[in-house]
Nanobody, 121 residues
Framework: QVQLVESGGGLVQPGGSLRLSCAAS????????MHWYRQAPGNQREWVAT???????AYTDSVRGRFTISRDNAKNTAYLQMNSLKPEDTAVYYC???????????????WGQGTQVTVSS
């Protein structure tokens, strides 16, 4: 079974840092771009950052300069380093990726279960 599993969320004070991880597991042949999304209570899920298979990155305006996305292809893992956290960063953070299983020819979209990030004093 192919899946994405996030970890690293928690409670942090404003101005603090957290590092999220997203590990892909299972019989994976290839992973396309990996993305982070977040969803705050009462809000729609929003895109946060992307890292391509070639390590190109992109960020939504509200996190650019504070968050850094990266990936370790040998470990099939993406990371989101979050610095200078603000209360408005509070949300459930989800990992997303299109992955191809070894037994299939097409890429499928996968979501992780989410990890809670709470920024509060």
């Amino acid at each position: 079974q192919v899946q994405l599993v996030e970890s690293g969320g928690g409670l942090v004070q404003p101005g603090g840092s957290l590092r999220l991880s997203c590990a892909a597991s299972g019989s994976i042949f290839s992973i396309n771009a990996m993305h982070w999304y977040r969803q705050a209570p009462g809000n729609q899920r929003e895109w946060v950052a992307t890292v391509t298979a070639g390590d190109a990155t992109a960020y939504t305006d509200s996190v650019r300069g504070r968050f850094t996305i990266s990936r370790d292809n040998a470990k099939n893992t993406a990371y989101l380093q979050m610095n200078s956290l603000k209360p408005e960063d509070t949300a459930v953070y989800y990992c997303n990726a299109f992955m191809r299983r070894r037994t299939e020819f097409n890429f499928r979209e996968y979501w992780g279960q989410g990890t809670q990030v709470t920024v509060s004093s």
